[in-house]
T-cell receptor, first 117, second 113 residues
């Protein structure tokens, strides 16, 4: 079974609209962390936001927020007021707490977001 | 402020050739790792290291070797390249804390003919 599922292979959104990118995860570990990364066409991986499993509040970083619904095992990324520069691949990833999280991140397959003017 | 430096950026190999992808970080990070990215697959962990002298396998380790003789360097060796190893390779590092983000290098695009 996939540990990270991103069900939207591609999305087209009008500039200035809000965007929600879906991510569901699967783990039995009570301690885990969820990450979102952006990969523009230039190829680099850019960290956006982090949510820990024990965090009481949803994480926010500027225009990015994470809608964390623990019971549903959902960690959707919300981008407010989208901009043309937000066009990119977006990856959801999880680190499970066992072995101090040393095993690395498990990534979803990504969502290709295109912002239209 | 170099961060994570990967070389080369591009490489073309013939089947059966060997090569080493270099990775260096200047942030004194304990944890380093290698991922490969294939179309439609996201990133998959190849090998990782939690400190000098300590390495372990990730999800897709076959055909790759690593070593960690210093904190700064974590090279990835392809012993006998195969077309299935055509991919984009990313090196990454972070501190030991499990809630810390990964810092990624800029990637190496490898083609095996």
């Amino acid at each position: 079974a996939q540990k990270i599922t991103q069900t939207q292979p591609g999305m087209f959104v009008q500039e200035k609209e809000a965007v929600t990118l879906d991510c569901t995860y699967d783990t039995s570990d009570p301690s885990y962390g969820l990450f979102w990364y952006k990969q523009p066409s230039s190829g680099e991986m850019i960290f956006l936001i982090y949510q820990g499993s024990y965090d009481q509040q949803n994480a926010t970083e500027g225009r990015y927020s994470l809608n964390f619904q623990k019971a549903r095992k959902s960690a959707n990324l919300v981008i407010s007021a989208s901009q043309l520069g937000d066009s990119a691949m977006y990856f959801c990833a999880m680190r499970e707490g066992g072995k101090g999280g040393a095993d690395g991140l498990t990534f979803g397959k990504g969502t290709h977001l295109i912002i239209q003017p | 402020n170099a961060g994570v430096t990967q070389t080369p950026k591009f490489q073309v190999l013939k089947t059966g050739q060997s090569m080493t992808l270099q990775c260096a970080q200047d942030m004194n990070h304990e944890y380093m790792s290698w991922y490969r990215q294939d179309p439609g697959m996201g990133l998959r962990l190849i090998h990782y290291s939690v400190g000098a002298g300590i390495t372990d396998q990730g999800e897709v380790p076959n055909g790759y070797n690593v070593s960690r003789s210093t904190t700064e360097d974590f090279p990835l060796r392809l012993l006998s390249a195969a077309p299935s190893q055509t991919s984009v390779y990313f090196c990454a590092s972070r501190t030991g804390a499990s809630n810390e983000k990964l810092f990624f290098g800029s990637g190496t695009q490898l083609s095996v003919l």
